[in-house]
């Protein structure tokens, strides 16, 4: 009597994808850590320069006043008379955060003036113009 072996399949040979994911997602959560989230208005404005412009660090609620009088905050089209609820709201939001105003150099000066005072009517203390350095 002759005994037969037949070869059972192995179903446990196979490569083992564990550490590969733990660290593609020890990867993804550095590259989130590190990464820098840039803060945009919504629309592109051409700032005037100054030869005195100093940088400023992140301002918390970025405003911007287009060259056609158009006021834009957290990517959306504001009106003059709107922009101290906003800008109260989002003081709600960050009560440290300081206001950042986009001027276009071609805009006009009544409205900046007009965004300046309702952010600081809505309790921002600091509130900056934006200009860029002069080469």
């Known amino acids: 009597m002759q005994r037969q072996h037949t070869r059972q399949p192995s179903f446990g040979a196979g490569l083992n994808v ?20 840039v803060k945009e208005t919504g629309v592109e404005v051409d700032r005037p320069t100054a030869q005195t412009a100093e940088r400023q660090d992140q301002a ?30 989002l003081h709600a939001e960050s009560p440290e955060a300081s206001a950042l105003i986009l001027a276009d150099k071609r805009s006009e000066t009544g409205i900046v003036m007009q965004v300046l005072d309702q952010a600081r009517l809505a309790g921002i203390a600091r509130v900056a113009v934006a200009a860029s350095e002069e080469l």
């Open 18 to 37: 564990t550490p590969l994911i733990d660290m593609v997602f020890i990867l993804l959560i550095f590259f989130v850590v590190n990464s820098s989230f």
């Open 60 to 89: 918390g609620i970025l405003i911007a006043v287009t060259k056609d009088g158009e006021v834009w905050i957290e990517q959306q089209q504001v009106d003059v008379r709107a922009v101290r609820g906003h800008v109260e709201r």
